[in-house]
């Protein structure tokens, strides 16, 4: 059976208010997947991972009318082509990234580099993960 969400479950479960919740759903970013006898709308688990990637974008300070946008490219493309895209975003993003790094002092640069380090090589794994669906050997 799915599990289906009221709207208070699913605040809580994507952090987010019930007010947030009535909002995305008159912006047709969410939809209920149906509705109880007494008219209380239920989402699914997939409104919940769509929750979750509004807010990511939100992070990214993405407008809501952009986010749409994403979304309903997201809906339209495969997945090979979701990894594709994700992938250039993140290659135009380290590319931000180390000219941001080169504008910086040497020592200041070497500070940064030792701490963005670990982080870079769990975002490679998790790419390869991604990509090839198993671990990095």
Known sequence: MIKLYRIGELAKAASV???TIDYYTKLKLITPEAR???N????SAET???LKRI???KQEKYTLKEIR???ELWNKVSHEEQVTEKLTSLEIHMQRLEREVKELEPGQARKMYSSLMPQSLAC???L????NQGPFT
Do not use: F, G, P, V
């Not at 390869?128 to 990509?131: C, D």
């Open 17 to 19: 208010s019930e007010r």
């Open 36 to 38: 109880t006898q007494k």
């Open 40 to 43: 209380y709308r239920l989402y």
């Open 48 to 50: 919940l991972n769509r």
């Open 55 to 57: 807010n990511e974008l």
């Open 69 to 71: 946008s994403k979304l």
């Open 124 to 126: 490679i794994d998790a």
């Open 128 to 131: 390869y993960l991604l990509i």
